[in-house]
């Protein structure tokens, strides 16, 4: 109040007046709130927005939860990036703010995110890497917090989720090496309890039943989402007896590491083996031969986040008519030379 105060006494006006002209109120003449916001301006006066939002019980700050371990900085800071374009073109229509809250990796997401809900230090959340079973679903539908989370989950029952197809690059991914004549296809999951692994997996394995190709579990090698999980894989591809004759990655960086190793054991990517990387990244763009990938738009994804988690807020729904809904996010193959070989020819 000290400084409305000050501001108030330089105009010779009421608070009650300034306050409400700061506030834009209607019942302010137009003459008026332009000499209060030119003083403001002027002074050097900024409201206190912690205290109007203790006041309206809002904050109006949206949170997107990350991990902040040291495979998901270096596998997700593009990924984040370009999301945050797209959620804050949205959000910046409302004049709403987007926080990161990166949650350490020594520390439990659930009791990271239950602190926040303590605290309440924003209106709605974004959750991401959603793991099989998780809690922090659980207690965002108790806390009634609305939310969206970047990702299925078995938690939470009825809850809104936007996800990537990842059922469709398996599918496209296995069909496009059967028909090059490929059979022993490996896949690089994550090693992690992200949900996204147990999608992935299974869809692999449905889409090799669907070819009567018989599943080897041998060939799901398990590795960190990272530059270095994919020269595991590769390390761990080169030791089967059997070895595959082309491998599927579902982390971006994957690939980087993989050739890496596959160039030390003399065997050449999309010569002696076909390889599929998961979305186009721009440190990958340089690999040769060329990546066989896919492409999606991380800033409309960020716009769909944005609008889907504003129709589940009851201020902003009425902006966003088609509603909270679950959608599967597509991804478009991009033909490379990886994975370009004939295995039969």
Not at 72 to 100: C, I, P, W, Y
Not at 104 to 130: G, H, N, Q
Not at 273 to 288: C, H, T
Request: charged share 25%; net charge neutral.
């Amino acid at each position: 109040m000290k400084g409305i105060r000050q501001l108030a006494k330089h105009l010779d006006i009421s608070i009650g007046t300034v306050s409400r002209a700061l506030n834009d109120k209607p019942d302010v003449n137009e003459e008026t709130r332009k000499r209060v916001l030119a003083a403001a301006e002027e002074l050097g006066y900024v409201p206190n927005q912690s205290g109007r939002s203790l006041r309206q019980g809002t904050t109006n700050v949206i949170g997107l939860m990350i991990e902040s371990s040291k495979e998901t900085v270096e596998n997700s800071d593009n990924f984040f990036l370009g999301l945050t374009g797209g959620l804050q073109s949205v959000l910046a229509r409302h004049k709403l703010d987007l926080v990161m809250l990166p949650c350490p990796s020594d520390e439990d997401p659930y009791e990271y995110l239950k602190r926040m809900v303590a605290r309440r230090v924003v209106d709605a959340m974004i959750l991401s890497a959603t793991q099989r079973i998780d809690r922090r679903i659980d207690l965002l539908v108790k806390a009634k917090i609305p939310f969206v989370a970047l990702g299925r989950s078995s938690s939470g029952g009825n809850y809104t989720w936007i996800d990537l197809d990842f059922e469709g690059v398996a599918a496209s991914a296995v069909d496009r090496l059967v028909a090059k004549g490929h059979r022993r296809i490996a896949i690089a999951a994550p090693s992690s309890d992200i949900n996204l692994g147990y999608v992935f997996v299974d869809a692999y394995q449905k889409s090799l039943e669907r070819h009567g190709i018989p599943y080897d579990p041998k060939l799901v090698i398990r590795v960190k989402s990272s530059e270095q999980g994919g020269y595991q894989a590769g390390h761990e591809l080169l030791l089967l007896d059997n070895k595959p004759t082309a491998i599927i990655l579902i982390y971006e960086l994957m690939a980087i590491g993989l050739y890496r190793r596959l160039v030390e054991a003399g065997v050449v990517p999309g010569r002696d083996l076909a390889v599929i990387g998961f979305r186009e990244e721009p440190r990958a763009k340089f690999l040769q031969p060329a990546l066989t990938c896919f492409r999606m738009s991380l800033r409309d994804l960020g716009v769909e986040l944005a609008e889907t988690l504003l129709a589940t807020m009851p201020a902003y729904a009425k902006f966003y008519p088609k509603g909270a809904r679950n959608t599967i996010w597509p991804l478009e193959l991009v033909p490379g030379e990886s994975d370009a070989f004939l295995l039969n020819s």
